[in-house]
């Protein structure tokens, strides 16, 4: 901080030599004139003081007989007079500080934090309608006003916070992560609990419904599993009503899988040519100003590369410079060895059997073969899964009652 305010008033670096230079700094010390970085170079001292002291100095170099030479000048005061006479200089300088001060008034970069149900893109048209923009005013937006209307049209969102920092808008929300009570319409009689697949039962708990099958049975697909339609009987064992209910019940079964995948036998590959060439844009918000020009090569990848200064990002004014570079590339066609075509197939066998675990069911057994022609390579086979099945079809042919009544 001193040496900021020593560059602000300006201050000298001296010479001084004499008669009595020792009496000379005793007297600056007792008139309180600030003497510092003080060195001794043979008879002679060197020494900093403030441009207001230095002015001071007149009457004690002549009453000590010592002569003052100043070797250097430092400070705006000195530095001033010379940027004014770069007429050029100060006024680039002068329209670069209001524009500064004209972009501060606006709001460059809107970001939103705590949303995972609400896309960006529905935010994004939220804010349009609401007319709030990047680009706009400060003094337009109310901060109040827009977290309500936040909380309004977006009914999971708890809670919302908005606040400008600089020339950045950001907007936080919290999201209601608890489960959602939505009410299914339930049908007005029984279910039924029907098979998906054809195979052998493997286990078999019924929470809710009449069994129909049991473990070791073995099942074709729509085979009724679990009735929807309990009876009640009377003491003498025959049947007084019936109980109408959706059926509930964990079943598995165990059946196969035909699997089929493949591959061509050749893919495209890149192979650059070395060959590139490059474009400058500049980017004013969404804007995007650049040289016009004809397509540089038939096939080509272009790498974008941007520069935003260190300031201009701290002020999230959204000015950015850059250029694009294309890069001439030819397709060149490769055949799958045998190798690499079972690789690849064998990948894909493991994505789909890993979807299979992640849906719950238990691989048992798996056979699959790899052909390949001139034309493609194909993975075949089967596997044996223990696999969860139950279908819910209401009951048909019945004008049954609701659930727990006649």
């Known amino acids: 901080m001193l040496r900021i305010l020593q560059f602000l008033k300006g201050y000298v670096r001296m010479k001084i030599w004499g008669v009595s230079p020792e009496r000379f700094l005793n007297l600056c010390s007792n008139k309180n004139l600030l003497l510092w970085d003080i060195s001794k170079d043979g008879d002679a001292y060197i020494m900093c003081i ?9 009457p004690i170099a002549r009453k000590t007989g010592v002569r003052v030479v100043v070797l250097q000048r430092y400070g705006l005061p000195f530095l001033l007079p010379g940027l004014l006479k770069r007429k050029i200089f100060v006024a680039g300088l002068v329209l670069c500080i209001l524009f500064w001060m004209v972009s501060y008034s606006f709001v460059w970069d809107i970001s939103l934090e705590g949303n995972y149900q609400i896309t960006q893109e ?25 977290e309500k209307e936040i909380r309004r049209a977006f009914p999971e969102i708890t809670w919302t916070s908005a606040r400008l ?16 009570d939505t009410e299914t319409e339930k049908p007005a009689g029984g279910q039924n609990l029907v098979s998906e697949y054809a195979g052998v039962i493997t286990s078999m708990i019924v929470r809710n419904g009449v069994p129909m099958v049991k473990i070791g049975d073995i099942v074709e697909e729509g085979t009724l599993l ?13 049947v007084r009503e019936y109980i109408y209910v959706a059926a509930d019940a964990d079943i598995t079964v165990e059946h196969s899988i035909t699997y089929q995948d493949s591959l061509p036998a050749c893919y495209i590959q890149k192979v650059y040519t070395g060959r590139e060439s490059a ?6 918000g969404s804007r995007e100003l650049k040289l016009p020009r004809e397509r540089p090569y038939l096939v080509y990848d272009t790498v974008i590369s941007g520069h935003t200064p ?43 059997l890993a979807t299979l675990e992640e849906k719950g069911v238990h691989i048992i057994e798996k056979d699959v073969k790899i052909e390949g022609n001139s034309q493609c390579w194909t993975m075949e086979g089967w596997i044996l ?18 659930e727990g009544t006649e």
């Open 385 to 402: 899964v223990d696999q969860p099945t139950g279908r819910l079809t209401p009951i048909a042919g019945e004008n049954v009652p609701a």
């Open 50 to 58: 403030s441009l207001k002291a230095f002015l001071q100095l007149r």
């Open 122 to 146: 529905v935010f994004s048209d939220f804010l349009a309608s609401q007319e709030i923009h990047v680009g706009m005013r400060k003094t337009e937006l109310d901060i109040g006003a827009l």
């Open 226 to 238: 679990v009735e929807g339609r309990v009876p009640i009987y009377n003491e003498d064992a025959t």
């Open 165 to 180: 920092s600089g020339t950045r808008l950001e907007i936080s929300v919290k999201e209601n992560d608890a489960p959602v």
């Open 279 to 284: 474009r400058s844009f500049l980017r004013l």
């Open 310 to 352: 260190l300031i201009l990002e701290k002020l999230s004014v959204p000015i950015s410079w850059g250029q694009y570079t294309y890069r001439e590339y030819m397709n060149v066609e490769h055949a799958y060895t045998p190798e690499q075509a079972e690789n690849l197939l064998a990948e894909k066998e493991l994505q789909f």
